[in-house]
């Protein structure tokens, strides 16, 4: 008891003196510490910083995509067939003609019908819409003509004859008029008047308006070829000018005496005059009635021709269709889509060298898996994937066997990936009795290691074919983040407590940039909605840690669900 | 203007780096003390204060407010050092318990005038094992099955380096309280 109390002073002693004793640090302290802080700040940016950063740039690589894709594609029949694609075109088109004639098109049409009128009028003429048109023309200069030669001819005899009100009138008062009868000079006159009359009769014509022909100045001899309506003003304008006309010759008649005969001959002229610009005016309506029935005839072909490429475009109907059952659910890429995925893989052992004799036969190897999702922007055969995922790197080295001297007096040291991992030789031994004549102490250990990743992978693909099954290839880049480790060492011992320490101070890499290539394929389940599986490899261009210097490399096989969007 | 030790806490919880300095200096001098008891010299004492005050800023989000503040920084700044001593190596084993009844203890009447500067010296001067068992021990108030689970050792050898340990400050006393008689007398 008195053992005891002196022991309680001694501890007392410095308890009491020291449990609440201060001390100050130097001044310059506190700055190291708000060094180390800002470094630390630094080297390790919040999270939420990163998934940030992470959503921006996919958003922003999506809208890039989005931008500069090219609309005018039919990205979803691009890979059926390029002739159906140039049927639709073609239908398309068709479809445009048929609805609304444009005014190029109709354009087209009257050149279509002018040069087949052209090609017939050189076969039979005068029935031509060439002709029609020479013919036109020709009766449309010698109107004017007509009409400055009726006013001459008014001028010459304006004040010496007076204008019959009809040619009813006109004409019976010539018939009735008192003719001298022994002019022979005047048979001479009057014959000559008659050719005047004749030239003026061939120079006065109808007034090519005057498209139908009137019934009341047809000729016994004139046929109604044409057989068209009448119209009551051109045959009030035709008889107009025939009844100028009739002025105009009797005015150029009456400067000399004339016979009922000559006068009469002279009226049969112009009769047949006009008989013959009747059957100009009858051909000339059959002509444009022609070139009407063949416009008719044409736009009938036209239609002809669209029913012709309506059956084409039902047949690219069909074809589409065909080809869309014969492929069931074809690889039709969506713009957008989002998959979900798993990735189991495997890396090389972590664990690499020991202080002491060291069993390495129940090392398993390194661990590791990601599950995460990713957007995929098609570009025809072409995809660009980005997303975010989560990996864990987990290795477990089981109950493995250490073997060292009972007079051991360094620490047992395991190097892994992660840092070197020291056990004091003092835990190490501590409730270890060994007998005497025994040297060497047997021991177990577990270790396990685990880090924890956000990653960000970008990756290009390349399909191949179509169907139901499209295999790929793919590479790009994997951005990676460490956001926490942890290392435990387990050492179980046959005698005395086990030893468990755990260390979270390691020196792991914690940004990493790797490079990823992977083959897979991809297997359409129903339209839209599909899943892969993708063997890969990646290697980082960082080793795991400060204290690893072997290569960063996995081997993976991912596995996902992808939904067309 | 004073500032509450809950702004403290939560202007720490939010990185707010006035109160982070608000708080070292609110506890740098009782923390040093205690680094210092765990370390062989000054600088190493810094050293390990930093590192503390560090995991303190780091860690403060998970405290509940269930204890002690004080209390929660200074295990921090115990485990500190305990895992500073765990990458020396430190060798627990090197001490052989059979000598510690050789050893008695005269120490009767523990005056309080010996300075704290020379009781931190003579703890300061231990060696590495026994230093760390005797501050848990005698100045943490821990007791040898929480040491021995601390340090990955058994109760008997913390308790024989405690002993060790006590028996190397009681003749270390024994020779101050020499000294001191005379004055005292």
Known sequence: MIEENKHNNTEKLFHNALANMEVQPSPALWDKVEARLDDENRKRPALWIWLVGSLLFITGAVAIGWYFYPRNQAPREYFVNKNVLLAQENVAITNSNATTLSDSAKMSLQQQVDSINNTEAEQAKPITSQTIVQKSSATTTPNKLSVNNTAHITAVTHNTVATPKDNSTTYTSLKNSPVKKDSATHTTAINKTQTQVTNVASNTTIKPSVTNEPETHKSPGAKNNAGDSINQNNITQSTTTIHKNTSSLLNAVAEKPLNKDSIAGALLAAIQAKKNDSIKQAKETTANKILQQKKTDSLKSDSIQIAKTDSTKKDSAKKITAAKDSSHHLALPSLLSIAIYYSPEIARNDVTSHSTTFNMQNAVPNLRYSFGVKFGLSFGKFELNAGIAYSQLHQTFGLDTISFSKNISQPLIINTSLGNLAVPVGPLMAGISVAPWLVTVHDHYQYNETVNYINMPINARLNFGIGKFIPYVTAGINLQYAISENAVLDVIKDKGVDL????????VNAFNIGFSAGAGIEYNIVKRLSVYVEPNARLNTLPLSGNDKSLNYYFGCQGGIKLGL | MTVTEAEIIE?????????????????????????????????????????????????????????????????????????????????????DIEHVESYSDHITDMTTTIAENELLAMIQELPAGYKTIFNLYAIEGYQHNEISEMLGISEGTSKSQLARARHILQEKLKRIEINYRPQVK
Not at chain 1, 500 to 507: A, F, V
Not at chain 2, 41 to 46: Q, T, W
């Open chain 2, 11 to 95: 202007g720490c919880k939010a990185g707010k780096r006035e109160l982070q300095k608000a708080l070292y200096t609110r506890f740098s001098g009782k923390m040093f003390a205690v680094c210092l008891r765990y370390s062989k010299n000054r600088e190493e004492a810094e050293d390990l204060l930093q590192d503390g005050f560090i995991k303190v800023f780091h860690s403060i989000e998970k405290f509940m407010g269930s204890g002690s503040f004080e209390g929660w920084i200074r295990r921090i700044m115990v485990n500190t050092a305990l895992e500073l001593i765990r990458k020396k190596k430190l060798d627990f084993s090197s001490f």
């Open chain 1, 500 to 507: 468990n320490l755990t260390y979270s101070s390691l020196n």
